[in-house]
Every structure is written in structure tokens, then in C-alpha cells.
């Protein structure tokens, strides 16, 4: 947050910040495997989480 900008954090939004960005990853996990397994693949790939995160 520093780096955006912010002089001082509470702990609470760092707090916050780290539950929606684990919530974001989940959703980009789960997104990244359905394309994997469109593909006929196990496997996630760098790929599959650059198109999930781009949904």
C-alpha cells in the first residue's frame, strides 16, 4: 500500500486488503482449472491463471 501511495496502514486494512486479495486468488485458481481442464489438461499453467485473471 505504500507503494500506491499510502504514508501509514492500520492493521485492519492490511487485514482487509489480505482477505479480498485471498479471495480474488481463489476465484482466479478456480477459473485457471476450468481452462486446464477445457484443455484436456491436469495441469494449471501460467496460461490458464493469466486468462483467469483477465475475466
Known amino acids: ?3 500506491a501511495g499510502a504514508l ?3 492493521d485492519d486494512a492490511k487485514a ?3 482477505d479480498v486479495l485471498e479471495q480474488q486468488a481463489l ?3 478456480a477459473e485457471a ?3 486446464a481442464e477445457h484443455a484436456g489438461r491436469k495441469t494449471v499453467t501460467e496460461k490458464d491463471i493469466r486468462l483467469a485473471a483477465q475475466k
Request: glycine share 0%; proline share 0%; aromatic share 6%.
Open 16 to 18: 482487509a486488503l489480505a
Open 33 to 35: 482449472k476450468k481452462f
Open 27 to 29: 476465484q482466479i485458481s
Open 8 to 10: 501509514r496502514v492500520s
Open 1 to 3: 500500500m505504500r507503494e
